[in-house]
């Protein structure tokens, strides 16, 4: 879901994440923190200084939450409680990105609420 020029696509990520929308905010918690790698320590090398990290790193949050099976759900729990604060990787993507990302989200977010659609995902 990347473009030419490497930027990754927010608005079919925002689309991706709407399976997520009707599922409420604890129960996205506990899922990630139940199945999360990070939260299990299980990632796949020691966690990096975070002050050496640039938060643009897309490789490098790709790499660290390589097969955990839960990344849409942390992502779009970043995205309704951290937002535009976001720090670190989160659902496998830098902070930069999810900081451009979280605009496009919102946005799409205000366009459907109270349209009654729902996505209907089983965290
Ligand atoms: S997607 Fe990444 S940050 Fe989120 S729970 Fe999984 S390993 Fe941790």
């Known amino acids: 879901m990347v473009n030419h020029d490497h930027t990754p696509n927010y608005k079919a ?41 640039a ?7 790709a790499h660290l ?9 942390c992502l779009e729990l970043d995205l309704r409680t951290a937002g535009a604060c976001t720090t670190g990787v989160w659902g496998a993507t830098c902070e930069d990105d999810r900081r451009a990302l979280h605009r496009v989200w919102r946005r799409r977010r205000h366009r459907h609420q109270g349209t009654g659609q729902q996505g209907g995902a089983t965290p």
């Not at 990632?43 to 200084?49: A, M, Q, V």
């Not at 938060?55 to 949050?61: E, I, N, V, Y």
């Not at 939450?65 to 759900?73: E, H, L, S, T």
């Open 13 to 53: 990520m925002a689309r991706r994440l709407d399976r997520w929308r009707p599922v409420p905010t604890e129960v996205l918690r506990d899922v990630v923190v139940r199945r999360g790698l990070c939260l299990w320590g299980l990632w796949p090398e020691e966690e990096p200084d975070w002050d050496d990290c």
């Open 65 to 73: 939450c390589a097969g955990c099976p839960v990344i849409d759900q």
């Open 55 to 61: 938060p643009s790193d897309r490789r490098l949050a």
